[in-house]
Each structure stands twice: as structure tokens, then as C-alpha cells.
């Protein structure tokens, strides 16, 4: 499958007589793929039940006798005002009981029927009038789920279908007290009727029903999703897709993906790094204009497993976005190295968010591809530049990985609600421990929590897994590589109790975590031999073997050769250090890579990716700023 360069392009935006124009130029660029529509509800139905597809019509054959492919979005994200007289109770409502209001997009709730049901119909109609036009090649299915924290909804449907969900999952209040530990505090039900959402309480809700209720939340997106997806299927072959979001888990992206044919992501390196990932101010200004070195990386290989080998970015950043606290321009080239980096994780189409910067409205400081003038902005040569390249490049495809990360939303929500340390949080510990596999140069899959087969990894790494599943228990039991576990793995029921015996129950393996801690960021466990855990310590007994210890004795890892634990949460240098033996031990080969410096290899090249301000050396290439180089493997 062909690599391919896309865009967002809003033709409602703009007059029709400058779509065709618009069209050319895109074609010019090298763009073979335009997203369209998923926003434009009032504009197909600005009255109740009059449907007005004429400028869509046109739009869409403009566009596809240019030679471009249209993903159709579902404009589900932003219901009319005309909804809210129908359904007013349909609003989302935050912790505090208050209901948000109209006038931004996603103001709506999961759980609401009757709205569930106007997505259903608008789905449908869309299906039935474009589900074979030829220029129609793939599906949007609403847009960017969770954006604006509108996965969970204390709402008065959410509270009616989370009592149902209940009666559904536990059969009986008796069942569902013993579950939750409900003798405690005097907290028995004698119905589920009286079961209320869990918040505003005097004090923390109990953490199963808080945990409850994310799986109930979780559940309502992936049938949200569902009955739009059903939908278009009656109408149509090309693939189905939404467009997920950097560091959400609110809602299981494993769940919600089995329903689509390709999981795409919308990638805002600049913006991420201000406000949705950790670090220091020296490292968040060494790399302000590039994003954080794997980040981006992350994610492909997260949403190439959820797509089940098909991923895509549905928006990419091409400059200075408008949401973050800070927004800063791109470093020149960070445009096409993101691309890149995407297609050499297995991305099958890149598309720039967006082709012109819209002079109105909340995004009007968003740069696009162009200006709202119409002249070039500085990404559209950067993506004409790429266009160019990939002509010149194989396929798509993605080399065999030698390591694997779990990674679980449930095990997030778990520590959501029982995080036990302010800063302890499920997808800080995953990245950290990505981190250390990335910057030892490694290729990386990510894997879900009930993975049944681990054959054809060296190195497996399962960090913060509340409970771990049967099938990836009887998986880790058949393992003949190295598999890490913990910390945190397998220490709590599904229903966040303390299991007794204590966890982890980890085959043939005696390990018992006796006692965990947490510890303030400037607090630190440090180990024999140089390195320190931080954030998180366990205090492990058994009789499995000790592979490294604290200063005072205390196990930091234990387990037997293909099996072992890990007691804490290392540090970024302590982490590089056990990757590192671990490899060597497993005769993988890898690298100290340099600051900043990247590489990701496909089964024909190896991409080498310079984050870094400032040009640095790969064998002997000085390779620049926001360079990217390959070589043939």
C-alpha cells in the first residue's frame, strides 16, 4: 500500500467558486486525500427533517474530479441548535452537577438515547446518498471522542443507564455490595435505583464504584461509535475511521477500534508538549519547536495496534496551533520529519490539519497549510516536499518489533481513582518505560491486555496492569524471551481490591508484593550498583531469584530467567540501564542514541529522526535540525 498526503478542508467555509481552485492547488501540492464534513450538520440540516445535500454534492465531485479522495466525516461532534429544543436534556454535565452549553462542539452525552439515535439517522442518510459515490474512499466517524474531558457525563441518562448497566453486570445489590466492599462505611444498596453516580460525596467515592462508572462511561463511546459504524455498513465498502488524540484514556481505544478498519490520530507535537506531557523547563525549551522526541512515536505504534496493522493521522500540525498555553512555530522542517516519522511507523496517509488558516471563529489563530490570504504558509513546501519523496520510497510497512509494552485504559482508570501518590498516573508510567525502549533504539509494538501470544518478541514490558488477564498470564507462562512485569502489575482484583493471597500471581514464579509506597518527586530509592527508583516503591518477598537490590537489601527486581518483577519506577537513567542488561542478556543489539536523535526501522530502510535543535551525527552523517535521513537495510 502506497504511502499517501492528505488534508482537512471545510468547503462550507469558503465560496464555491474557489473550492475547484482549491482543488487544483491541492492536487499541485501532491495531496491525494481530503477530509471534509465532519462539522457541517446545520449545514445539511438546518431545519429538523430538511435535508439540504446540494453544496455537498458539489463539494464532493469538485474535489474527486481534481483527482482527490474524500473522507466523509459524520458531523455528530457538533449538534445543531435545533437538537437542544428536541432533546434538552441531551448536554453533558461535569463533576460539579453543572451542564455545559451550547456554542463550542461536543456538547453532548454519551448516554442520551434520543441523541444516539438522531446519529444513528444522520449516519444513515448520509450512507444511503454517498456510500458508493466513487469519490467517497473511507469514513469519519464523529471527531476526536473525549476532546474537551466529554467522556464522562454525571448527567441524569447517565445516571439512568449506569443503574441498568449495574442491574445488567451484577444481577443483585447483595452481588453488588459484596463486590465493592460496601460494608465498609455502611455503604449497602437495597436496589440499584438507589445507586447514584460518583461524585459530589463528602468524601472520596468508594473506588469501585468510581471505577464502576469509567466502565460504564467507556461502554456508552464504544456503542456511540457502534451505531454509526452498523449504519454506514449498510451503505457502504470503504473503510471506517476515527481520528483518536494524543494521551486520552478515558474511553477503551481497544474497544472502540475493534468496530472501525483503520485507527487514525490527530498529532499536535508543539501543543502536546505544553500541556499533556512531563518535563523540565530546560527540556520543554530545548525542544519547544519540535515536540517531544517520542511522543508522536508513541502513539502511531499505540493506534497501529489499534487499527490492527492500519493507522493513519488524520491531522497533523502543520504550524502554531491556537489551544495550547503557548504556541509556538514549528522549527523549519518538523512538517515533513513528522510525516515521516509517521509513514516509518506504518502510517498509510498523513493529512495536514488544515489547508487554509480560517480568518473567524475559535480556530482562527490555527495555521494551516496556507494562510487565510491564500498565500503558502511555510508547511505547504514542506508537504509538497514529502509528496515528492514518498514517489520516490517503497510501500508502507513496519519491521518486526524486538519489543513489546502492555498497555491497558482500564488499568488507567484504576489508578485514576486510586492513584496513592499525587503524581502516579498509568500513562506516565507506559511512556516512561517506552521512552527507555525508544531511546535504545529499538522497534516497538504496542499490545493490549489480553494478548494471547508473545512469540516473535525478545524483550515484553508490562508496567501499572491492575490485574492481568488470562489470556496474557497463560502467554507470559509460554514466554521464552524476557518479560518485565510491574510495577504495579497484578496487584488488584478487577474490582480494585486487594487480592489474598497477595499479587502478583505470576506463573511459577513466588513473588509477593508485601508492602508499596509512594514517594514525593524529590524523594528517590536508590539501587546497588548506581540508579534510583522514584515515585513508586514495592517491597517484594518469595523465593524467586533476586536480580538487583536497593542499597539496604530491599529486591528491585526479581523473578526467574524469562519472568521477573520490577519493584519501582525508575528514573530515565536507571531505566536505560536495565534495557540496556536486559538486551545484552537477550543478544539484541542496541544504541546510545544521543539527545533528541530518533530511529524506527521498515523492513526495507532504517529512519534516522533529529529532534534536537541543533545538527547531530548518525555514523558519520551530520544530519540537521529537523532532519530525517534513511538508509537502506
Known amino acids: 500500500m502506497k504511502r499517501t498526503l492528505g488534508v482537512c478542508y471545510y468547503p462550507e467555509h469558503w465560496p464555491q467558486d474557489q473550492w475547484a481552485d482549491d482543488a487544483a492547488r491541492m492536487a499541485t501540492t501532491g495531496l491525494t486525500w481530503v477530509r471534509i464534513g465532519e462539522f ?49 436534556d441531551m448536554l453533558p454535565v461535569d463533576a460539579q452537577g453543572r451542564p455545559r452549553k451550547f456554542g463550542s462542539r461536543r456538547h453532548y452525552d454519551f448516554s442520551h438515547p434520543g441523541y444516539r439515535d438522531e446519529c444513528r439517522r444522520i449516519a444513515g442518510l448520509m450512507g444511503e446518498r454517498y456510500g458508493t459515490n466513487p469519490h467517497v474512499a473511507a469514513w469519519q466517524i464523529d471527531n476526536e471522542y473525549d476532546c474537551h474531558d466529554t467522556t464522562l457525563s454525571y448527567s441524569a441518562a447517565a445516571r439512568r443507564g449506569f443503574q441498568d448497566w449495574l442491574a445488567q453486570k451484577y444481577q443483585s445489590p447483595y452481588a453488588l455490595n459484596r463486590a465493592w466492599g460496601n460494608v465498609f462505611w455502611s455503604m449497602d444498596y437495597d436496589s440499584f435505583d438507589q445507586i ?63 468496530d472501525l478498519d483503520i485507527a487514525s490520530w490527530d498529532s499536535y507535537p508543539i501543543g502536546f508538549l505544553s500541556d499533556r506531557i512531563e518535563g523540565t523547563p530546560k527540556e520543554k525549551l530545548k525542544f519547544l519547536r519540535q515536540g517531544h522526541a517520542d511522543n ?39 512538517a515533513r520529519l513528522w510525516a515521516w516519522e509517521a509513514f516509518a511507523h506504518g502510517a498509510e496517509t498523513v493529512c495536514y490539519f488544515r489547508w487554509r488558516q480560517t480568518p473567524f471563529a475559535q480556530e482562527q489563530m490555527h495555521a494551516g497549510l496556507l494562510r487565510p490570504d491564500s498565500a503558502a504558509a511555510p508547511a505547504l513546501a514542506e508537504a509538497a516536499q514529502v509528496a515528492a519523496e514518498i514517489d520516490q520510497m517503497p510501500d508502507v510497512g513496519t519491521a518486526p518489533a524486538q519489543a513489546a ?31 527507555a525502549l525508544r531511546r535504545a533504539g529499538l522497534n516497538i509494538d504496542i499490545l493490549p491486555p489480553d494478548t494471547a501470544d508473545l512469540a516473535g518478541y525478545k524483550l515484553v514490558l508490562a508496567p501499572g496492569i491492575m490485574a492481568l488477564s488470562d489470556p496474557l498470564r497463560a502467554a507470559l507462562a509460554r514466554f521464552d524471551g524476557i518479560a518485565l512485569i510491574g510495577p504495579r502489575t497484578d496487584t488488584k482484583t478487577i474490582e480494585l481490591a486487594i487480592p489474598v493471597p497477595l499479587g502478583p500471581d505470576l506463573p511459577d514464579t513466588d513473588i509477593t508484593v508485601a508492602l508499596t509506597e509512594s514517594m514525593p518527586p524529590d524523594a528517590k530509592i536508590k ?70 536523535l530518533r530511529i524506527r526501522e521498515t523492513p526495507t530502510h532504517r529512519f534516522v529522526f533529529n529532534y534536537a535543535p541543533k545538527a547531530q551525527k548518525w555514523n558519520g552523517t551530520k544530519i540537521p535540525a529537523a532532519g530525517v535521513h534513511w538508509e537502506p537495510l
Open 40 to 88: 457541517a450538520w446545520t449545514r445539511m440540516e438546518a431545519v429538523p427533517g430538511t435535508l439540504t445535500w446540494d453544496w455537498l454534492d458539489r463539494a464532493i465531485d469538485v474535489l474527486g474530479n481534481a483527482g482527490l479522495r474524500v473522507v466523509l466525516g459524520t458531523p455528530t461532534a457538533t449538534p445543531p441548535r435545533w437538537m437542544l429544543d428536541k432533546y434538552p
Open 196 to 258: 447514584d453516580l460518583p461524585n459530589l460525596t463528602v468524601t472520596e467515592p468508594n473506588h469501585p464504584h468510581q471505577l464502576a462508572f469509567r466502565r460504564y462511561s467507556s461502554d456508552q463511546v464504544v456503542a456511540f461509535n457502534k451505531v454509526q459504524a452498523d449504519e454506514l455498513r449498510r451503505h457502504t465498502q470503504a473503510p471506517l475511521i476515527h481520528n483518536y488524540m494524543g494521551r486520552i484514556t478515558t474511553f477503551d481505544h481497544w474497544k472502540v477500534g475493534a
Open 296 to 334: 508522536q512515536a508513541f502513539h502511531h505504534d499505540l493506534y497501529r495496534a489499534v487499527g490492527r496493522g492500519r493507522m493513519w493521522v488524520m491531522e497533523q500540525q502543520p504550524g502554531p496551533v491556537n489551544w495550547a498555553p503557548y504556541n509556538p512555530a514549528p522549527l523549519p522542517g518538523m
Open 405 to 435: 509494552l502492555i498497555f491497558d485504559y482500564e488499568s488507567a482508570w484504576a489508578w485514576d481513582v486510586q492513584p496513592q501518590g499525587a503524581d502516579f498516573d498509568m500513562f506516565r508510567l507506559a511512556f516512561a518505560a517506552y521512552r
Open 527 to 596: 539501587l546497588q550498583g548506581g540508579g534510583a527508583f522514584r515515585h513508586w516503591f514495592e517491597h517484594l518477598e518469595g523465593t524467586a531469584p533476586v536480580h538487583m537490590t536497593t542499597t539496604s537489601g530491599q529486591p528491585a527486581i526479581m523473578g526467574g530467567d524469562s519472568l521477573r518483577y520490577l519493584a519501582g519506577w525508575p528514573d530515565d537513567a536507571t531505566f536505560d540501564m536495565i534495557i540496556g542488561g536486559l538486551c545484552d542478556s537477550l543478544d539484541v543489539p542496541t544504541y546510545r542514541l544521543p539527545d533528541g
